[in-house]
């Protein structure tokens, strides 16, 4: 992507208010973001009351002490800028080929609006970066495939590592070391202090940011759907009575509504409603229940849609900042499930939509 829309009205960030459209906007058209400020405010009070925490020596994973199986070790507040980089660069093990550029954007802007929550106690300035990438167009390159797990922690790291000024980026169209698309962009190589690296590599961005393109995606696809089964109905010389919407109405789901009134508004001036007598009594299941199995896939993805929206504007650190509280607490959030299932479910249902499209292919080719 080497055009920035930086005239464009940029995507305003709250940490509460992103939705999947705009990420779609950032990530495939280059639409640029603003903080808020107010979401930049509380990053800094959690930043700041992080900081004391660890002065005063409390046991923070992440912070005054190491992670995952060293996380006994104790990390000295003096250790903080080594330890958080070796965090970064300990990690960026991916393998595979890159991934594409509007990916990383998605990915980046992902993370960037859950950490304006103020819960990863990260200093402001790592917010600061992933919006200055986003707008400036510095796109780390970025492996595959990486971690299986909890949280993206393997291929995340390398956007911690670009901001640092080591691996590499696409910058303006160019592959180039993350260095001198730093200096071309006039920024400096970021230098890490406590709980920066946890913050840069502790989050499911990676999944949750093109995991929500292919939530917009599906959307369209099942748009796209309705619009197939109504051209192969008029190509099979099909029955009509399947999209009367009083026998839809008899049975309240919603996409099955929505699947219904499209397929029919579509088919309004076909030939169909002029045939003398229907050509059969009533046509082959794939023809019959195709409302209904694209309603069910589109329940799904409009379900994924929600599970996407909230996952987008919600914590996923641990340990979580509660500022407020004055408390920091470790907890379970980074835990991917509750959207993870929804994909899943999603897939299921595209099995199903394909198979009837396979199906009507299989009669149309069978009937005179």
């Not at 399947?242 to 026998?247: I, K, N």
């Not at 909230?310 to 408390?327: G, M, T």
Request: glycine share 8%.
């Amino acid at each position: 992507m080497d055009r920035i829309k930086s005239k464009a009205q940029p995507v305003i960030l709250t940490g509460t208010s992103l939705t999947v459209d705009a990420l779609v906007k950032v990530a495939r058209e280059g639409l640029s973001v603003k903080i808020a400020k107010e979401a930049l405010n509380r990053c800094k009070e959690s930043h700041n009351f992080l900081r004391r925490c660890a002065k005063r020596g409390e046991a923070i994973y992440g912070v005054t002490r190491g992670v995952g199986a060293s996380h006994g070790q104790v990390v000295g507040f003096d250790e903080a800028k080594p330890f958080n980089a070796a965090l970064v660069r300990g990690h960026c093990t991916g393998v595979g080929p890159p991934v594409a550029e509007n990916e990383v954007r998605a990915m980046m802007l992902a993370r960037l609006n859950t950490m304006l929550l103020g819960t990863s106690g990260c200093q402001p300035k790592i917010a600061k970066y992933y919006a200055s990438f986003l707008n400036k167009g510095i796109h780390p390159i970025v492996p595959r495939h990486g971690s299986v797990g909890e949280a993206d922690v393997t291929c995340l790291a390398y956007v911690g590592l670009a901001m640092m000024g080591e691996g590499e980026a696409i910058y303006r169209g160019k592959k180039q070391s993350a260095l001198d698309a730093l200096s071309e962009a006039k920024l400096k190589p970021l230098a890490l202090g406590p709980r920066d690296g946890l913050a840069l590599v502790g989050s499911n961005a990676f999944a949750a940011g093109p995991g929500t393109l292919v939530c917009h995606d599906a959307l369209q696809l099942m748009d796209m759907a309705d619009v197939v089964y109504a051209l192969s109905l008029e190509g099979f010389r099909g029955s009509l009575a399947p999209l009367d919407l009083a026998t839809h109405g008899l049975r309240p789901f919603w996409g099955q509504a929505v699947s219904a009134r499209r397929v029919s508004d579509m088919l309004v001036g076909s030939y169909l409603h002029d045939l003398p007598t229907p050509p059969r009594i009533q046509d082959p299941l794939s023809y019959r229940v195709a409302t209904q199995v694209h309603g069910a896939a589109r329940d799904v993805a409009n379900n994924l849609a929600k599970q996407m929206a909230i996952q987008l504007n919600s914590s996923e650190d641990n340990p979580c900042v509660l500022v407020q509280e004055k408390r920091v607490v470790p907890c379970g959030n980074f835990e991917p499930l509750p959207w993870v299932l929804a994909f899943e479910s999603l897939g299921q249902a595209f099995c199903h939509v394909s198979k009837l499209s396979c199906f009507r292919s299989v009669k149309m080719s069978m009937s005179e």
